[in-house]
């Protein structure tokens, strides 16, 4: 082999002299020229979670016309990495080792690896990991400059108001840390019914935060920008979860037309001590250990309705071991009543939140036919307390 070792301060020396659009190929040019690795290349998740992209390389024809190699998840060996979180060998048919590793940053998972070497001995499988993680958080860096990582997740055309929409979520669907484990998915209506998720990790607080826009298309992407963005400021403002309410409620009043269900949530990290904010939206689902149970919150008026309104924080606790699930309407109306939601939800008890939600989302979008309805959007978060056992750490995901 042509070196013994990944020099990684190197490599990321590399990729930051290197332009944006450049960064994934020096990993593969680092990983070719330390290992005679061939066939080096990442492939992103796209946005619904059904397909893997392939990058073309730079320079290439495949990129410059903008165009992709697309592989279907669902029984790839993609999808098994991506969900076991564990790197996949194989032999290649000529003598050599196929390797496929997981490109994940705090749970979110970014894509995979996929490379060939002429053997896999500990010393290259170390190697390949590493790069695998410095990959995650080149991307995530480099994404910040150009659109090539936006367009490679792109598998159907997005309308206007998709993109709207598609702006005001987080960058990350999953986040990890000491104390929960987090993944939110959402599965837009064919016209876009408002739906919209959103996370803030602070120093000793988690928020989190799922609403739904009145209407359709681009008038409810619109309504939904506001009240995201008026959440927004107030949580930066260090307002807690009624003063995001009240920032909400009085943006779309002097704003816009319309009203906007929500459902605002702050987790103390360091004690699991919940504030709810229930404006119009379905009740949350809690699971300990073998029991599920709807959380009968009072629920006050949606943000924008033409009223007087005045909302409540309602408390509860998260022990270590609860399993909390947000959803809107969409996941439970109209043809997405045909799934057993609970059921759904007590059989996954055992997988990582990201399986959770992929697996959920989907058997909505299945029972609709693939045409939805409504937007439906889940988010559920995993409370690990001050265990600090989380399920990368513990190794659960199937």
């Not at 705090?106 to 990959?135: F, K, N, Q, S, Y």
Request: contains cysteine.
């Amino acid at each position: 082999m042509a070196g013994k070792s990944l020099d990684l301060d190197e490599v990321l020396r590399a990729a930051e002299d290197a332009a944006p659009v450049e960064s994934v190929d020096v990993v593969a040019r680092s990983l070719e020229k330390r290992f005679s690795a061939t066939e080096v290349s990442f492939l992103f998740v796209d946005l619904i979670g059904q397909e893997a992209v392939r990058l073309p390389r730079a320079g290439t024809a495949a990129r410059a016309r903008g165009v992709a190699e697309r592989v279907e998840l669902a029984g790839s060996v993609y999808d098994r990495v991506l969900r076991s979180q564990r790197p996949h060998q194989e032999d290649d048919g000529e003598g050599g080792c196929r390797m496929v590793v997981p490109v994940t940053n705090r749970g979110d998972c970014i894509g995979v690896l996929d490379l060939v070497v002429p053997r896999a001995d500990e010393t290259v499988c170390d190697a390949v990991a590493h790069a695998a993680h410095a990959l995650a958080y080149i991307v995530v860096t480099d994404r910040r400059f150009t659109d090539l990582y936006h367009w490679g997740r792109r598998t159907t055309a997005v309308s206007l108001a998709a993109e709207i929409q598609h702006q005001l979520l987080p960058s990350a669907c999953c986040c990890e840390a000491a104390q929960f484990t987090l993944a939110c998915g959402l599965v837009p209506a064919d016209d876009i019914g408002g739906d919209t998720y959103d996370y803030a990790l602070n120093q000793d607080r988690l928020y989190l935060s799922i609403t739904d826009a009145m209407g359709h298309d681009t008038a409810s992407a619109m309504l939904a920008t506001l009240t995201v963005n008026a959440l927004r400021r107030a949580r930066r403002a260090a307002e807690g979860v009624l003063g995001q309410a009240h920032a909400a409620h009085e943006a779309i009043t002097e704003h816009a037309r319309g009203m906007t269900t929500g459902q605002l949530l702050c987790v103390t990290l360091g004690t699991g001590e919940c504030e709810l904010v229930n404006a119009g939206h379905p009740w949350p689902l809690r699971a300990r250990g073998a029991r599920l149970e709807e959380l009968a919150v009072k629920v006050d008026l949606p943000f924008g309705v033409p009223a007087p309104v005045t909302y409540e924080v309602q408390r509860f606790d998260l022990e270590p071991g609860d399993r909390l699930v947000l959803i809107t309407d969409g996941m439970t109306e109209r043809c997405s009543a045909g799934v057993d939601l609970p059921a759904r939800i007590h059989d996954t008890r055992a997988e990582h939140p990201r399986t959770v939600v992929r697996a959920l989302t989907g058997a909505v979008h299945d029972a609709c036919g693939g045409s939805m309805p409504d937007d439906a959007t889940i988010m559920v978060l995993d409370w690990h307390g001050g265990s600090g056992r989380r399920h990368s750490d513990a190794g659960a995901d199937s």
